[in-house]
C-alpha cells in the first residue's frame, strides 16, 4: 500500500469522448505526476503539479490537461479520446516536486477506447 | 535526452535460480536510480533506490549497485521465488529543472517455474 489512490480502476469509452480520472495523494505529498503506460510498455511522464501548478510537461498533446486542488488530489482530463489513448494511467505522488525524491504511484485506472 | 536499457525479456528461472536483470543508463548529470515491480494488474511499487554512485540499493532479497564508471544499475537476487514473478521497471530521475520525472525502461518480465 502506497497511500496513493486512483478512481475509477477500469473505465471504457468512446473514440471522440472525454475522461477524468481522479487521483489522491499520499498523506503529507505536496506533488502529484500522472503516467501513461501502455500495454507492454514502460511508463511515459505526462506532467507533474506542484502546489496547484503544472511545473513540468512531458511529449503530450494539450488535449491531456490536469488540476490539482488545495488537499493535493488531481484529476487527470483527456479530451477527444482517440484509439491510442488507451493504456494505464497512473497517478504518483512525492513530498516535493525537487528531483530525486521517491515517487509513489497508485493501482492506475485502466482506459479503454473503442 | 536521458534514457533506460533494459535486457529484453521474458527471464524464466527456476525457483531457488539466481536472477540478474541488466539495467543501463543513459544521463548528463547525476541521476537517482531506481527499481520498480510491478505485479500482474497492479501499479507500480518501489522496490529499491540509489542516490549517487557506489550506493547499493536493496530490499527483500533485491540489490543493485550504482555503477557510474558502466553507467549501470543491475538487480539481482540470489535465490527467486514463485511470488518474485512480475515485471521489472528501472527508471532513473530526470534532474531536469524543477521536475521530478522518472524515465522508465521498457520492463523485463521475469517468470519463476515452481
Known amino acids: 500500500e502506497t497511500g496513493v489512490t486512483q478512481s475509477p480502476t477500469h473505465l471504457i469509452k468512446t473514440r471522440g469522448q472525454q475522461v477524468t480520472l481522479r487521483c489522491s495523494s499520499q498523506s503529507g505529498h505536496n506533488t502529484v505526476s500522472w503516467y501513461q503506460q501502455a500495454l507492454g510498455q514502460g511508463p511515459q511522464f505526462i506532467f507533474q503539479?506542484?502546489?496547484?501548478?503544472?511545473?513540468g510537461r512531458g511529449n503530450f498533446p494539450p488535449r491531456f490537461s490536469g488540476l490539482q486542488f488545495p488537499n493535493y488530489s488531481s484529476e487527470l482530463n483527456v479530451n477527444a479520446l482517440e484509439l491510442d489513448d488507451s493504456a494505464l494511467y497512473l497517478c504518483a505522488s512525492s513530498t516535493s516536486g525537487a528531483p530525486g525524491n521517491t515517487i509513489y504511484f497508485g493501482e492506475g485506472s485502466w482506459l479503454t477506447v473503442v | 535526452g536521458d534514457s533506460v536499457t533494459q535486457m529484453e525479456g521474458p527471464v524464466t528461472l527456476s525457483e531457488e535460480a539466481f536472477l540478474t536483470i541488466n539495467c543501463t543508463y543513459t544521463?548528463?548529470?547525476?541521476?537517482?536510480l531506481f527499481w520498480y515491480v510491478q505485479y500482474p494488474g497492479e501499479g507500480l511499487q518501489l522496490l529499491l533506490k540509489a542516490t549517487k554512485a557506489d550506493d547499493k540499493g536493496s530490499n527483500k532479497g533485491f540489490e543493485a549497485t550504482y555503477r557510474k564508471e558502466t553507467t549501470s544499475f543491475h538487480l539481482e537476487k540470489g535465490s527467486v521465488q514463485v511470488s518474485d514473478s512480475a515485471v521489472y521497471f528501472c527508471?532513473?530521475?530526470?534532474?531536469?529543472?524543477?521536475?521530478?520525472?522518472?524515465?522508465f525502461g521498457t520492463g523485463t518480465l521475469l517468470a519463476v517455474q515452481p
Open positions: 527508471a532513473l530521475s530526470d534532474r531536469d529543472g524543477a521536475t521530478n520525472k522518472l524515465i
Open positions: 503539479y506542484y502546489r496547484e501548478e503544472e511545473n
Open positions: 544521463a548528463t548529470g547525476y541521476p537517482s
